[in-house]
């Protein structure tokens, strides 16, 4: 994990934002007024090393999907830059930004609509090695069967429709269509919370499996810190679109910074008896993102005790409090040596 | 799974040739009766002629059986019918069969032309406005086929024919052949003849389906395209080109093969008011001279045609539905 962070870093994302315009009534584009944005992606910024897992967490809603979109270029950022590999992923186009994406790969949090309904699954994982040039005729049929079979699937099952399959299995389907373009980096949205918890380990351990063998980097990202608790060397808390906490897992596990992280954290059953904190119930609902509060975008659901009107001003950035462990809270100090 | 699929599929298609058998031979009934019915008989309306007497009239009746009662006529028809015995058309003096045999080929002609065209057509035009929604070329595109879609047929024809063959001399007026010079020309200049008297009626047909077929089109794939499995077409590395082609218009087919299915049935009944208009000698064109001559064999064989293709057609379309989605195999 340490010597993970010492690598260069895969991944670098910086200030990115994205904006959504908001579909207005007829009396607001009849007089011109400005159009209004939600602010799904706010300032963003971090960086993931080759090898390493960042898991991104946060509740529904606080932009973590249109995140990883925004930096596959699934969807235009607004502002901010993506690169990968020292390349700037914002200003690729046409054959260098599909080149680009055969390294950059995604696990979807769906697995009954990402998946072509009019394909066969083994013809959905075989057209990318196709695209490609990584294979052809017998030698990518091999390498299906091969794929299927390291997801832990029946190669038998590559002439079957995604419709006759489950959800967990479908799941695998998708990383083995992510695997088929040996991308470096897999950006796996959610990948287990429509699964049963059962099957929700299965795939996760297949996941760690994959990145073992295969020295991939992820961008996990997960609604509840449990799940990324297995798999993430180092966790970001996601608020209304801004990173509020980042640190490693351990760190951010063992000491919470900000009173969102620590709500967060309440929630998560732990193993040990007698280690269940006292549950923090966030009050009231995170403000809308289309008319972001001013100030800190936890204000109005924070319980730190130094809590003032300060908050309501100064947006704050996130600092390093305590060594790699990052915060955006202006009430915490910093202890730093 | 793959045998349970296929045995479902045999017995739909058994299954819906029974219905498709009764539904003509209700049809024929309905026409049967309406048509013997109505006002005036063959002999009436064709042969308005001072010389012709009433008694003779009546003698030609009793010859063709009209004058029995209306039961022993059908039973007698459908007798004739189920023995491939269409009967003799009393317009065209000769057997309804042989009429029909004529119409037939040049009906598939230019329906078949026009359907080609015109799907090839709509759904190139639905994937160009699809790729880029609200642009201009998609709001013009969409005048386009609104402007066609909402045309009356026989108003379309007869613009095309002013336009084209009256104040712009560049095709024949009307005919699917010189009537002249025809038989006089060689090989090549007569296929020329024959594309130069087919182009005109059927760009005008294509015109006609092609809008609807672009309309319905575009809204499908703008109803696929936000699909989470396009999000995966396009991450994989694809271009849009092939995201378009391959994912999204294969998912966006259905409405298309439905319009398909209710449009089969003109390649063998002619698309009656353009082939009147261009004087096309097809199916649409003998059943329409057949109505204003009473001829009642030539109608009521018409009108079997057109129910057998309509039954048929919608059959077809289902079984290009699991052609088409998986999910609707074995069910
Ligand atoms: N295409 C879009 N147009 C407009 N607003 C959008 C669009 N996509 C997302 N949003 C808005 O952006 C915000 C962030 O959405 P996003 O899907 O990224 O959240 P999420 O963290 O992935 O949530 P979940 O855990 O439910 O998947 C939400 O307020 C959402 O309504
Ligand atoms: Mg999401």
């Known amino acids: ?337 | 799974m793959e045998l349970a699929g296929r045995r479902s599929v045999v017995g739909t298609v058994v299954s819906r040739l029974l219905q498709a058998i009764i539904v003509v031979a209700i049809v024929t009934t309905i026409v049967f009766v309406l048509i013997h019915i109505a006002p005036g008989d063959p002999f009436t309306s064709a042969m308005d002629n001072p010389n012709v007497t009433e008694a003779m009239r009546a003698r030609w009746r009793a010859m063709y059986g009209l004058d029995q009662p209306l039961l022993e006529q059908y039973v007698r028809y459908l007798s004739n019918v189920a023995r491939g015995n269409f009967g003799w058309s009393f317009s065209m003096h000769r057997p309804v069969i042989d009429v029909l045999k004529d119409a037939l080929p040049n009906t598939l002609l230019l329906a078949g032309t026009a359907l080609v065209l015109g799907f090839a057509g709509g759904i190139g035009l639905a994937v160009i406005q699809a790729t880029r929604p609200g642009s201009r070329t998609d709001r013009t595109l969409g005048a386009g086929s609104m402007f066609f879609y909402a045309m009356p047929d026989f108003w379309l024809a007869l613009m095309m024919m002013l336009i084209f063959a009256y104040w712009l001399p560049w095709f024949p007026v009307a005919g699917a052949v010189d009537p002249v010079m025809h038989e006089y020309m060689g090989p090549l200049a007569a296929l020329a003849d024959r594309l130069k008297h087919l182009a005109l009626p059927a760009i005008t047909l294509a015109l006609l389906s092609g809008a609807a077929v672009a309309r319905y089109q575009r809204a499908e794939l703008l109803r696929v395209l936000p699909d989470d499995f396009v999000r995966t077409a396009r991450a994989k590395g694809l271009s849009e080109r092939r995201v378009m082609w391959v994912h999204v218009l294969r998912n966006a087919l259905i409405p298309t093969i439905s319009l398909l299915g209710l449009s089969l049935p003109v390649l063998f009944t002619g698309a009656v008011f353009i082939e009147r208009v261009f004087a096309w000698p097809g199916m649409g064109w003998v059943i329409l001279n057949g109505v204003a001559t009473r001829d009642y064999p030539l109608v009521t064989a018409g009108v079997i045609v057109a129910a057998a293709t309509v039954t048929l057609g919608s059959l077809g379309a289902d079984l290009l539905y699991s052609v088409a989605d998986p999910r609707i195999r074995g069910r």
């Open chain 1, 1 to 337: 994990m340490t010597s993970a962070r010492t690598n260069p870093a895969l991944l670098q994302v910086t200030r990115l934002r994205k904006d959504f315009p908001v579909r207005q009534g007829l009396q607001h584009s009849l007089f011109g007024r400005n159009a209004a944005a939600i602010r799904a992606v706010n300032d963003v910024s971090f960086d993931i090393a080759r090898g390493e897992t960042l898991g991104v967490v946060g509740e529904s809603g606080c932009g973590k999907t249109t995140m990883g979109r925004a930096i596959l270029r699934l969807i235009e950022p607004t502002s901010g830059s993506v690169v990968f590999d020292g390349i700037d992923v914002a200003t690729l186009h046409g054959a260098a930004l599909r080149s680009m994406r055969r390294k950059m790969q995604v696990v979807f949090q769906d697995p009954f609509s990402s998946l072509n309904p009019r394909m066969t699954v083994g013809a959905a994982v075989r057209e990318g090695m196709l695209i490609h040039h990584l294979a052809e005729g017998r030698a990518a049929d091999h390498r299906v069967k091969t794929l299927f079979e390291e997801v832990g699937l029946n190669p038998d099952y590559a002439s079957r429709y995604p419709h006759e399959f489950s959800g967990g299995q479908r799941q695998r389907i998708g990383v083995a269509r992510a695997l088929s373009v040996e991308p470096e980096m897999i950006v796996c949205d959610e990948p287990v919370s429509a699964l049963d918890v059962s099957v929700q380990a299965q795939v996760i351990n297949l996941m760690q499996d994959l990145q073992r063998d295969r020295g991939l980097t992820y961008l996990f990202i997960a609604h509840d810190l449990s799940v990324v608790r297995h798999i993430a060397d180092r966790v970001a808390v996601m608020y209304l679109g801004r990173i509020v906490e980042t640190a490693s897992a351990d760190d951010l596990y063992s000491n919470p910074t900000m009173p969102y992280t620590q709500a967060l954290l309440s929630a998560v059953p732990r193993p040990e008896p007698g280690r269940q904190t006292a549950r923090i119930v966030l009050q009231g609902e995170p403000p809308s993102p289309a008319n972001p509060p001013p100030g800190c975008v936890f204000y109005s659901r924070c319980q730190h005790p130094l809590k003032d009107d300060d908050c309501t001003r100064v947006v704050p950035p996130l600092e390093e409090k305590t060594p790699a462990h990052f915060a955006a809270c202006i009430k915490q100090p910093s202890q730093l040596p």
